[in-house]
């Protein structure tokens, strides 16, 4: 069984890579032969989901060598074990819809989806930093290139690069993290990034914080998340409700160790988690454009499991993570169902709309009273598990997620008092189909049923074990009279919000003004300093340069007039001496030294002649010869002497 579950592991990230790249490439190649990429697509995401129990149930480890102290290694936990295959399950009823949605289809459309859902699988079971980085990159990539999906409307293109943008400047915090990590001893695997020396503690604990704050769209990042929406509404199912955006989130569940130990880490994430609830829920109010409304209700609702995440509370955490995906999950496409339907997203033209289509409304009624916390729906109780846990840290705290929970109550308020009330008189809205196919309305049911009963995960007997295992010590669990509490806050402003309608603070339409603080203190000095460094560049290094140019060039004339004049003309006269000195160095060798040497040689030879004629062979010649020579040698004493 073990084998089994390591190869499904590695399969559960590879196949629908693989996939995804194969119908890129096909694409790319026969942009049109793509009729087989939704039947690819939709079968591989029901292979993963298969595989994704399989995984659940085994909790493999595998790992390859990457570098020296960190392995490339992928693993199922506890809280994998849960995220996975809610996270596979959303994957594949998302691509389903999409293949009733005439507004987007074929081999990239469903390549990018597919290598998206990859990078989630591999971010969800990373359990190194070098896994976790490229899970985190190719996500945030695939991303920008769905959010753009329509690349022939420049605004889009736009949305996709600025949430690409704001997420990548976040995402540099794990960059910053993994060096602190292995400067501070610590190694890279995720779980070991707590036991850094205190000093770089705190450095690796900001980095992933900001890192997840960014990709979670907490404050300050959150804008980016209305940016976003401009992507095709199957892509914003999928991002913004079990992918990337509460990948963010996830990860900081992954890490409550390495903030606890930290210490200010954990209280920053529950606050910020907590500011986030309350404030994007008021921006989530003042909408008037439904998936902008549910984008705001994203960052609000995932706010609790960033609280969650602080307080250490995370079963609570992953039940509201998981429960979340299905309800938001559910709104988006049937947001999308009615946009393909009617060709509009604005509240306006959604008036009734309901009625006319009574399937997607009960589906979306389901998904609006559990955003509103309603009993006995899901986020009624995954809430109230992480409310509970604040109550003991603090009593603001606490009251902070109440105030959020009641806003919560008044944006779903305002979605079901649009969708159900009866339409005006004369305003039917131009309507494109007459209804949803059947792969639009099958994904929305499975959705629904999920966020009926996904309260199961935060109430007995499920809650209390899945606290148990996740949460590393004992934690407080919701009272009957708190989940009494939050159930009747939730149906008082739910009445109030039907009965009389929801205030809509235009200052809150903005979204806080976080993109234009975000382009006055950071797009705007940084362009002014990049002007500032240009005309630097210009009036200074340039001129610097041109005038060490010219003075270069000056002195490379000079040195090349001296060569010429000078050094050229020492090397051409000394050339001509030499030339001289040899042919005179010849003459003296033709006419004198071998004068002297055939003179001296003629000598010899004559001395050589002179010695033979001696030389007859007669004995008295010889005797005559000795005489004569001692007589001249006694000559020549006496002469000496």
């Known amino acids: ?80 074990a849960v995220v996975v295959p809610a996270v596979a399950v959303i994957t594949l009823l998302v691509l389903v819809f999409a293949v009733g949605d005439g507004a987007v289809g074929g081999g990239r459309f469903h390549g990018l989806m597919l290598v998206f859902a990859a990078a989630v699988m591999l971010t969800a079971t990373a359990v190194t930093l070098p896994t976790l980085l490229l ?12 959010i753009g999906y329509r690349w022939q409307q420049t605004y889009r293109v736009s949305a996709g690069l600025t949430a690409f943008l704001t997420t990548r400047t976040a995402d540099l915090g794990l960059y910053l993290a993994a060096g602190a990590a292995l400067a501070g001893g610590a190694g890279l695997a995720l779980a070991d990034m707590a036991d850094a020396s205190s000093g770089l503690r705190h450095v690796v604990a900001a980095g992933v914080l900001v890192a997840a704050l960014g990709k979670a769209a907490q404050l300050p990042f959150s804008f980016w998340l209305s940016r976003a929406m401009q992507g095709p509404s199957p892509v914003s199912a999928l991002l913004h409700s079990a992918a990337m955006v509460a990948m963010g989130a996830y990860l900081l569940l992954r890490m409550g160790p390495l903030l606890a130990a930290a210490g200010w880490a954990a209280t920053a994430a529950a606050w910020l988690g907590a500011a986030t609830a309350v404030l994007l829920g008021a921006v989530a109010v003042a909408q008037r454009d439904l998936k902008q409304l549910l984008a705001a209700s994203t960052s609000a609702q995932l706010g609790f499991v960033v609280m969650a995440a602080g307080l250490a509370a995370v079963g609570g955490g992953a039940a509201q993570l998981i429960s979340h995906a299905f309800t938001k999950a559910g709104l988006f ?24 289509w009574p399937l997607i409304g009960v589906t979306a009624g389901v998904s609006a009273l559990a955003l509103a916390g309603v009993a006995p729906l899901s986020l009624w109780a995954t809430k109230d598990a992480v409310l509970a846990v604040a109550r003991e840290y603090s009593i603001p705290l606490y009251l902070a997620g109440l105030a959020a929970t009641a806003l919560s109550a008044a944006y779903a308020g305002k979605i079901l008092l649009v969708i159900w009330r009866r339409p005006a008189q004369g305003r039917q809205g131009m309507q494109k189909r007459l209804s949803p196919s059947m792969f639009e309305r099958g994904p929305l049911i499975v959705l629904a049923v999920g ?44 009445t109030a919000v039907l009965r009389w309608g929801v205030p809509e603070p235009r200052c809150m339409a903005s979204w806080l003004g976080l993109e234009w603080m975000a382009h006055a203190w950071v797009v705007a000095p940084t362009m002014w300093l990049a002007g500032a460094l240009a005309r630097f560049d210009d009036r200074i290094l340039d ?77 008295h010649q010889y005797y005559t010869s000795a005489v004569v020579i001692v007589a001249l040698a006694v000559l020549l004493l006496i002469v000496v002497r």
């Open 543 to 619: 001129r610097a340069v041109d005038a060490a140019a010219v003075r270069t060039l000056s002195l490379s004339r000079g040195a090349a007039r001296f060569d010429d004049q000078i050094l050229d003309r020492v090397v051409n006269e000394s050339a001509a001496g030499t030339l001289t000195s040899a042919a005179a160095a010849a003459r003296v060798d033709r006419r004198d030294v071998d004068g002297v040497v055939e003179s001296a040689a003629a000598l010899l030879r004559r001395l050589g002649e002179l010695a033979r004629k001696p030389q007859t062979g007669q004995l």
């Open 1 to 80: 069984m073990t084998s089994v579950a390591q190869w499904s592991l590695w399969a559960l990230v590879a196949l629908p890579a693989i996939a995804g790249v194969a119908l890129l490439l096909n694409h790319l190649r026969r942009p049109d032969a793509d009729r087989l990429a939704a039947v690819a697509s939709v079968g591989t995401s029901l292979v993963v989901v298969a595989l994704s129990a399989v995984v659940a149930v085994g909790r493999p480890r595998v790992s390859v060598p990457f570098m020296a102290g960190a392995d490339f290694t992928l693993g199922v936990d506890a809280l994998s």
């Open 451 to 494: 966020t009926a009963v996904g309260g199961a995960l935060a109430l007995p007997p499920i809650g209390p074990r899945l606290s148990r295992a996740l949460d590393p010590g004992p934690t407080a669990h919701a009272t009957v009279l708190e989940l009494t509490i939050s159930a009747a806050l939730a149906v008082l402003v739910l």
């Open 135 to 146: 899970a985190w990159e190719v996500m945030g990539a695939v991303s920008y290139a769905l």
């Open 333 to 356: 496409l049937a947001a999308g169902a009615w946009l393909s339907l009617l060709g509009s997203k604005r509240l306006d033209d959604l008036r009734g709309v309901a009625r006319r």
